[in-house]
Each structure stands twice: as C-alpha cells, then as structure tokens.
C-alpha cells in the first residue's frame, strides 16, 4: 500500500476530508502530483476538477514539484535602498539562475514585496528561514548552509 493510499484511508471518504487529505499528501511530498490528485478524486468520488480547485484555491499546497532551494528577496523600498537587488543579483551570478525563473528545478529564487521587517533589511528567506540585514559579501554564507 502507497503512502498515499494510507493517508486516504485515514479519513472517511466525505468531501469535507478532502481539504485535510490534500493537505497531508501535500506535506508528505511537497506537492500534490497529478497522480495523487487522481486517487484523491477516485477516493471522495469527485471530478478530478474538484481537486484541481482545491489545490489552487489554498497557497499552502502545491501541485508542482518544488525546487530543492527556494530564497525570497525583499524588495520593499527599506530593503531595496540597503541593496537587496545588488543581493538578487549576486544570487544569479551565484547559481546562474533568474529571479523569477519558475522551470529550474533546483533553485527558485523570487523577489518578494515588503515583509514588515523592514528595519532589518535587506532581508532574505531561505526555505522559510529569515535571514536579516544581509549583505552581498554575507548572502555567500547564509546560502552555504543550504547547498
Ligand atoms: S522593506 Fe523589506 S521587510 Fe520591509
């Protein structure tokens, strides 16, 4: 039996479960595959639509496969002002990557709007981990603890 079907069979198979199972499978593997989504769907007796618009309607569950390193940059006017598009910048150089590239596989780096710490900027998320008043010459650091 699959870890998908375990988690399935976890729960009753009633449409309000269907929000809590994609959210486990999503937890499980980072993502919804196209694959799980269709059990799911055999599962709760539902067009795979349904699914689909479930997935999509909550940020927090993916239906892509995310990249391995996920860093967000700051760009609000406090951290732009202490250089955060020079550390975006680095950062492309560093891995040969675009900031909102979406097909690499490996690194997704996206540039963020303010996130309310603006009196510790530049700041920078690394997989959910905050990062504060980073520097150009400090980002290589940080990004060798991830690599
Ligand atoms: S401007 Fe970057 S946290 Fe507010």
Same mark, same amino acid.
């Given at each position: 039996?699959?870890?998908?079907? &375990?988690?399935?069979?976890?729960?009753?198979?009633?449409?309000?479960?269907? @929000?809590?199972? @994609? *959210?486990?499978?999503?937890?499980?593997?980072? !993502?919804?595959?196209?694959?799980?989504?269709?059990?799911?769907? &055999? !599962?709760?007796?539902?067009?795979?639509?349904?699914? !689909?618009?479930?997935?999509?309607?909550?940020?927090?569950?993916?239906? *892509?496969?995310?990249?391995?390193?996920?860093?967000?940059?700051?760009? #609000?006017?406090?951290?732009?002002?202490? #250089?955060?598009? $020079?550390?975006?910048?680095?950062?492309?150089? @560093?891995?040969?990557?675009?900031?909102?590239? $979406?097909?690499?596989?490996?690194?997704?780096?996206?540039?963020?709007?303010?996130?309310?710490?603006?009196? $510790? #900027?530049?700041?920078?998320?690394?997989?959910?981990?905050? !990062?504060?008043?980073?520097?150009?010459?400090?980002?290589? #650091?940080?990004?060798?603890?991830?690599?």
């Amino acid at each position: 039996m699959s870890t998908v079907e &375990k988690i399935l069979l976890e729960f009753e198979p009633e449409t309000r479960n269907l @929000l809590p199972v @994609l *959210k486990r499978i999503s937890a499980a593997f980072g !993502y919804v595959s196209q694959k799980d989504a269709q059990k799911a769907a &055999k !599962y709760f007796d539902l067009p795979l639509s349904r699914v !689909y618009e479930t997935v999509s309607f909550y940020d927090l569950i993916n239906i *892509k496969k995310q990249p391995e390193l996920t860093i967000e940059v700051c760009s #609000g006017t406090n951290c732009a002002v202490n #250089g955060s598009f $020079e550390i975006i910048r680095e950062i492309e150089n @560093l891995f040969h990557v675009k900031a909102g590239d $979406e097909n690499n596989p490996r690194i997704k780096l996206e540039i963020i709007s303010c996130l309310g710490q603006c009196g $510790e #900027g530049p700041v920078v998320v690394v997989n959910g981990k905050v !990062y504060t008043k980073v520097t150009v010459s400090g980002v290589h #650091g940080i990004l060798k603890e991830w690599v």
